[in-house]
């Protein structure tokens, strides 16, 4: 699951799935670039929201790694067949995920509700940035990489499927890093971007490309369960051979 294709399929989670919390993100995101200041240059903010960010994805990968682990007990307790187990539900995951990206189905707005409500409380935290430290712009954003949001806990969903810490812990990188081009664009270069990310033909070609990784993802995942359950079988029914007295 940590292969060079998983991790950019939760890259593409990231850049094309977050238009749908944009309004989320894209608030936040303005209260840090305010956060540095009214004298601030256009390269101050960038460099807060940046670290911000560093700081977001830091967050991510803890998670990622507590996800990654969490799904390794499963596969662990579920026994021969938990790592096939696991595929077909990394599977199922990353083509949900797919048609969230392709438009097809939207991810319910209550946790993001709610995350915009968690935010309200951390706002002060954010307007005492003006000349902060770069640790305390660090928590800020690991901070805001564990607000609720749908998307977020889809992606957390399909790093415990990876049944491994450290692959978890890479695909919320990896998803993170997803995110940060629409939390760092500004002014005309954001509106270009979001409209680039939320054109039907790009959320079309992209939810198709996760799609097809899905549905390859399952099938792998189904044919292995198959190939445990035939070799518990034959090992069941497998003659018992006695040694002569």
């Known amino acids: 699951m940590s292969d060079g294709v998983g991790l950019l399929g939760a890259l593409g989670i990231g850049l094309f799935g ?41 967050g991510y990968a803890l998670a990622g790694v507590l996800a990654g682990g969490l799904g390794l007990g499963v596969a662990e307790a579920l026994g021969a067949r938990g790592g096939a187990v696991l595929r077909v539900a990394a599977g199922l995951l990353l083509l949900g995920m797919a048609c969230v990206v392709g438009g097809l189905w939207h991810v319910p707005l209550v946790l993001e509700r ?22 305390r712009a660090l928590l800020l954003g690991v901070l805001w990489g564990w607000l609720p949001c749908g998307l977020v806990y889809g992606a957390l969903g399909w ?27 500004t002014g005309a270069a954001a509106a270009r971007l979001g409209q680039v990310l939320r054109a039907p033909t790009s959320r079309r070609v992209a939810g198709a490309l996760l799609a097809v990784f899905a549905l390859w993802t399952l099938g792998a995942g189904v044919t292995m369960v198959r190939r445990a359950g035939s070799q518990g079988a034959s090992c069941h029914d497998a003659p018992a051979t006695h040694t002569a007295p």
């Open 159 to 185: 790093a415990a499927a990876t049944g491994r810490p450290l692959d978890g812990a890479l695909v919320m990188v990896a998803f993170g890093l997803g995110t940060l081009p629409a939390t760092l664009a």
């Open 114 to 135: 709610v995350g915009l409500a968690v935010w309200r409380r951390l706002a002060p935290l954010a307007g005492s940035l003006r000349g902060a430290s770069g640790a």
């Open 18 to 58: 977050g238009v749908h919390c944009v309004a989320m993100c894209g608030g936040i995101a303005g209260a840090v670039a305010l956060g540095a200041g009214p004298n601030a240059t256009a390269g101050d903010r960038l460099r807060l929201l940046t670290t911000v960010g560093v700081g977001r994805i830091l």
